[in-house]
């Protein structure tokens, strides 16, 4: 006998086909699932629901065969920017290598100088219509990361910015500091001093505002070194606060080792990674997070060490890492698109990504990701024969509607539900 819910379960959802993208990506072909007060409290077979859910007075939502899945999770976007690099992107075309723009002052420090002139105001106005797309295409939970500001005042700006936008949409928003994103010319030629004021004076600053939910470095010959990396992340654990590392993007100077030997959350993009390195991300249960779309953008072609990570048997995201530099764009379904063609992924794998294991990249794990009991009741509706057809299409939404925490936010219930 199922065990009786308790009575206050308000509604159910029901006639779907429900992936739930738990840890055996289990799919219930003709499924329901209820919510009480925003969070799952049942999901099963139709016709197998405990009595109390039978009673006619449950808000019903008859979903008529569409697909459903967990809320999607994009964990690694540099969402808040202001301006664009298509000028930088048309030179890049020409020849120019994304190192060399740097070098002379362009690339980040070219979104730095535009995001310092911008008004909180004005970077929440530039990032909305790109969280809206996002929210459109099913997801329900992003990480925001600073990092075009590189002054104290910049930083923190960026930051209110992401929580303002995690305010004024459905959507979880989760803060990552990325001060050291690369070196300002405030500290030209003092990388040293310029990791020291994040680590002692930014980080605790922005902390003691609660505008911080993880610390994120840029490790990589371009930007800073792991010296450098460990220092901050002594700071960040001494805060409690996660870890996360942009690493081996374009060579490999050991980061990731580092990252995962100090518990980080996450490694991102990791194209210069090795097998050994996949192996402490799998030991560490740090999640190794696929950036195909910033591959593409860069017009790289030295790929992740995905058959290792796999063997390994390491938990792999996906994300956007929509920037306006190497990843213009707001599509996680583009994304995951990008990940299956060009990193060879199976579509369960990105399915996976850009669900479970992206909520434990935020330290989200248990609390959204998956459709199971006492988690997040944030799901997204497709209009889909198959579940094959998420990351089957470029350039297309086959998204219908989008429920965070019980509620409907974007879009519409399918026509003839009685409920609507
Ligand atoms: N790697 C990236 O993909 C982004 N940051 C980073 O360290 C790109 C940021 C940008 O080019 O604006
Ligand atoms: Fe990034």
């Known amino acids: 006998m199922p065990k009786p819910l308790n009575s206050d379960a308000v509604s159910l959802w029901h006639n779907a086909c429900i992936a739930t993208c738990d840890e055996r990506m289990r799919v219930i072909e003709k499924g329901a699932l209820a919510v009480r007060n ?58 120019a290598t994304y190192a060399q723009i740097a070098a002379r002052g362009g690339g980040i420090l070219t979104t730095m100088r535009a995001t310092r002139q911008a008004s909180l105001e004005e970077l929440v106005d ?9 929210l459109g295409e099913g997801v329900t939970t992003i990480e925001i990361k600073s ?21 004024r949409f459905p959507v979880t928003v989760k803060t990552t500091l990325l001060a050291a994103h690369t070196l300002p010319p405030e500290f030209a030629s003092r990388p040293d001093d310029y990791i020291d004021t994040i680590a002692c004076e930014w980080l605790p600053a922005l ?72 192996q402490a991300l799998a030991d560490a249960g740090t999640v190794a997070v696929l950036l195909p779309v ?18 390994a048997g390491a938990a792999i995201a996906v994300a956007t890492d929509c920037n306006p530099g190497s990843a213009p764009g707001a599509s996680l379904q583009l994304a995951m698109s990008m ?16 669900t479970r294991h992206a909520a434990r990249a935020l330290g989200l794990c248990g609390k959204c990701g998956m459709l199971a009991p006492g988690l997040a ?3 997204a509706l497709w209009d889909i024969e198959s579940i094959e057809e998420l990351g089957y299409w470029s350039g297309f939404n086959p998204c219908h509607a989008v429920v965070r925490a019980g509620a409907l936010v974007h879009g ?9």
């Not at 530039?126 to 996002?134: I, K, S, T, V």
């Not at 996660?242 to 081996?248: C, G, L, V």
């Not at 063609?341 to 990504?353: I, K, M, N, P, W």
């Open 339 to 354: 990940a299956t063609r060009l990193f060879a992924l199976t579509q369960e794998e990105a399915l996976a990504g850009v």
């Open 147 to 167: 990092g075009y500001g590189l002054t104290l005042a910049d930083e923190a700006k960026m930051l209110r910015a992401a929580r303002r936008l995690g305010e």
């Open 377 to 379: 009741a944030d799901f």
């Open 207 to 278: 902390h003691a505002e609660g505008l911080v939910d993880a610390v994120d470095i840029f490790c990589e010959k371009i930007a800073f070194d792991t010296r450098q990396a460990e220092r901050l992340f002594d700071a960040a654990l001494g805060l409690r606060i996660p870890i996360k590392m942009h690493a081996e993007q374009l060579s490999n100077i050991g980061g990731t080792r580092l990252a995962a030997s100090r518990g980080a959350l996450s490694c991102d993009h990791l194209e210069y990674a090795q097998a050994a390195e996949a």
């Open 38 to 95: 925003g969070r799952i409290a049942w999901l099963g077979a139709v016709g197998e629901e405990p009595a109390d859910l039978r009673r006619a007075n449950l808000e019903r939502h008859d979903l008529q065969g569409m697909w459903m899945t967990p809320g999607l999770i994009d964990c690694h976007t540099h969402l808040v920017f202001a301006g664009t690099r298509a000028r930088e992107y048309a030179e890049r075309l020409r020849g």
């Open 294 to 311: 910033a591959f593409y953008g860069l017009a790289d072609t030295h790929l992740p060490p995905i058959a290792a990570l796999r063997s």
């Open 412 to 420: 519409a219930l399918p026509r003839g539900d009685a409920s609507n």
């Open 126 to 134: 530039y990032a909305a219509p790109r969280l809206a797309a996002l």
